[in-house]
C-alpha cells in the first residue's frame, strides 16, 4: 500500500489518519517485520493490522557472498517461485539491484533470467519485500531495477515502488540514486518520460546496429535502432536528462573497431547520453565471454576520442553466479 492508501483504510475503521505514517515508519526505517513490534500502536489496532494485512511473505532461500563485498540473494515468494536481488557495495554507496518479474520474456543472448521461461510480474510488494529484505542485510543507498525481468513490462507497480522509494515517508532514497533499466521498450519510455520524476533511465543497448542488436536482444526486431534513438531524442527532449547506455562486450559480437564506429554514428547527436561498458560476465549456458582487456580498452579510448562519454563498470562477483538468471537457474535445475 501507499502511504494515502493506508490512510484512507485507516480512517475508515475509525483510527486517526496519522497512525499509517506511524505504521511506514516502523516499516521503512525501523525495519519492522511483524506488526507486534509496533509498540506505539494500541494493542487492539496491531491486532486487527496483523489480521488484515501482512509485511513478508518472502524470504531468502540461499545466498552467496563474492570476495569483492557482492551478495547475492535467491529470494522465494509465496507461491515458490523464485527471484534474484543483490547487494553491490562500493566507496561511498551500497547498491541493491533488485527484479520485476519472475524469468523474462525477451531472452536476451548474454542473461540467463529467461532460460527457464517467464511466470508472471512480480505485484509492487512483492518489489518492495526485496529492497527491504536487501536493506536488512545492508544499509541501501540507491536501487536498480537491473534483475531478472523487464520494469517497462511491469510498469505500473515498478512506478508504484519507486515512488515508495523514493518517498520521505517510504525508503527515503533520492530520485536521482533510483534507475530503471530496459531493454527498449518504447511505450515504457515515452510513459517515464510523462511522470515527472528525476529517476535515471538506463536502456540496454548492447549493439549499434540492427542485425547484431537483434541477435542479443531479440526485442529489437519489434523496437529497431531508429525507433529507439528517436525515442531517446524525444526522452531528453522532454525531461533534459541523461540516458545511460550499458553495453555488455562479449568476446566475437560487439567489441570490434566497427562496433565502436556504430556507437559514435548513433549515439554522439544525442546531447545527454552517456555509454556504460560492462565486460560480459561468463555465462557456460550460453557461451558468454569477455574480450581481452586491451581490447576493452581500446574500445573506450575510441568512443573517448571522438566526444561520446563513456564509463568502464568494473566486473562485479565473478566468483559467484554473477550474471542475472544464473542463481536462479541453478537453483531451479537442482
Same mark, same amino acid.
Given at each position: 500500500?501507499? &502511504? *494515502?492508501? +493506508?490512510?484512507d =483504510?485507516?480512517?475508515?475503521q475509525?483510527?486517526?489518519?496519522?497512525?499509517?505514517?506511524?505504521? =511506514?515508519?516502523?516499516?521503512?526505517?525501523?525495519g !519492522?517485520?511483524?506488526?507486534s513490534?509496533?509498540?506505539?500502536?494500541?494493542?487492539?489496532?496491531?491486532?486487527? +493490522?496483523g489480521?488484515? =494485512?501482512?509485511? =513478508?511473505r518472502?524470504?531468502?532461500?540461499?545466498?552467496?557472498?563474492?570476495?569483492?563485498?557482492t551478495?547475492?540473494?535467491?529470494?522465494?515468494? /509465496?507461491?515458490?517461485?523464485?527471484?534474484?536481488?543483490?547487494? #553491490?557495495?562500493a566507496?561511498?554507496?551500497? %547498491?541493491?539491484c533488485?527484479?520485476?518479474?519472475?524469468?523474462?520474456?525477451?531472452? $536476451? *543472448?548474454?542473461?540467463?533470467?529467461?532460460?527457464?521461461g517467464?511466470?508472471r @510480474?512480480l %505485484?509492487?510488494?512483492?518489489?518492495?519485500?526485496?529492497?527491504?529484505?536487501?536493506?536488512?542485510?545492508?544499509?541501501?543507498?540507491?536501487?536498480?531495477?537491473m534483475?531478472?525481468?523487464?520494469?517497462?513490462?511491469?510498469?505500473?507497480?515498478?512506478?508504484?515502488?519507486?515512488?515508495?522509494i523514493?518517498?520521505p515517508?517510504?525508503?527515503?532514497?533520492?530520485?536521482?540514486?533510483?534507475?530503471?533499466?530496459? $531493454?527498449?521498450i518504447?511505450p515504457?519510455?515515452?510513459a517515464? *518520460?510523462?511522470?515527472?520524476?528525476? #529517476?535515471?533511465?538506463?536502456?540496454?543497448?548492447?549493439a549499434?546496429?540492427?542485425?547484431t542488436?537483434?541477435? +542479443?536482444?531479440?526485442?529489437?526486431k519489434? /523496437?529497431?535502432l531508429?525507433?529507439?534513438i528517436?525515442a531517446?531524442?524525444e526522452? #531528453?527532449?522532454?525531461?533534459?536528462r541523461? #540516458?545511460?547506455?550499458? /553495453? $555488455?562486450?562479449?568476446?566475437?559480437?560487439?567489441?570490434?573497431?566497427?562496433?565502436?564506429?556504430?556507437?559514435?554514428?548513433?549515439?554522439?547527436? &544525442?546531447r545527454?547520453a552517456?555509454v556504460?561498458l560492462i565486460? *560480459? @560476465?561468463p555465462?557456460?549456458?550460453?557461451?558468454?565471454e569477455?574480450?581481452?582487456?586491451?581490447?576493452?580498452?581500446f574500445?573506450?579510448? /575510441?568512443?573517448?576520442?571522438?566526444?561520446? @562519454?563513456?564509463?568502464?563498470r568494473?566486473?562485479?562477483?565473478?566468483d559467484?553466479? !554473477?550474471?542475472?538468471?544464473?542463481?536462479?537457474?541453478?537453483?531451479?535445475?537442482?
Amino acid at each position: 500500500m501507499a &502511504l *494515502a492508501e +493506508l490512510k484512507d =483504510f485507516l480512517v475508515k475503521q475509525g483510527e486517526p489518519g496519522f497512525r499509517a505514517r506511524q505504521i =511506514f515508519t516502523w516499516i521503512y526505517r525501523k525495519g !519492522a517485520q511483524d506488526f507486534s513490534a509496533m509498540s506505539d500502536l494500541s494493542q487492539g489496532l496491531r491486532k486487527r +493490522l496483523g489480521e488484515d =494485512f501482512f509485511i =513478508f511473505r518472502s524470504k531468502i532461500a540461499a545466498q552467496q557472498d563474492s570476495i569483492d563485498g557482492t551478495q547475492k540473494f535467491l529470494i522465494e515468494l /509465496y507461491d515458490r517461485s523464485f527471484i534474484e536481488a543483490v547487494i #553491490i557495495p562500493a566507496e561511498s554507496r551500497v %547498491t541493491g539491484c533488485i527484479s520485476s518479474q519472475v524469468g523474462c520474456k525477451y531472452a $536476451c *543472448a548474454f542473461c540467463a533470467s529467461a532460460q527457464s521461461g517467464f511466470k508472471r @510480474n512480480l %505485484t509492487s510488494g512483492e518489489i518492495l519485500e526485496e529492497a527491504l529484505l536487501l536493506n536488512s542485510q545492508q544499509k541501501l543507498t540507491h536501487i536498480v531495477f537491473m534483475g531478472t525481468g523487464e520494469p517497462m513490462d511491469n510498469y505500473d507497480s515498478v512506478m508504484k515502488v519507486v515512488r515508495t522509494i523514493n518517498a520521505p515517508d517510504g525508503m527515503g532514497i533520492g530520485a536521482r540514486r533510483i534507475t530503471l533499466s530496459t $531493454c527498449g521498450i518504447i511505450p515504457g519510455i515515452e510513459a517515464l *518520460a510523462k511522470e515527472g520524476l528525476q #529517476i535515471e533511465l538506463s536502456i540496454s543497448l548492447h549493439a549499434a546496429d540492427d542485425k547484431t542488436r537483434s541477435q +542479443l536482444i531479440p526485442v529489437n526486431k519489434k /523496437y529497431p535502432l531508429k525507433i529507439l534513438i528517436a525515442a531517446c531524442h524525444e526522452y #531528453i527532449k522532454k525531461t533534459d536528462r541523461q #540516458i545511460t547506455f550499458e /553495453y $555488455c562486450m562479449i568476446k566475437g559480437m560487439n567489441s570490434d573497431l566497427q562496433s565502436a564506429k556504430n556507437l559514435v554514428t548513433i549515439l554522439k547527436p &544525442l546531447r545527454l547520453a552517456k555509454v556504460n561498458l560492462i565486460p *560480459a @560476465n561468463p555465462i557456460k549456458e550460453s557461451k558468454v565471454e569477455p574480450p581481452g582487456k586491451l581490447e576493452v580498452l581500446f574500445f573506450k579510448d /575510441y568512443l573517448l576520442k571522438h566526444g561520446v @562519454n563513456v564509463t568502464l563498470r568494473k566486473s562485479r562477483g565473478q566468483d559467484i553466479d !554473477a550474471a542475472c538468471g544464473q542463481l536462479r537457474l541453478k537453483y531451479e535445475t537442482k
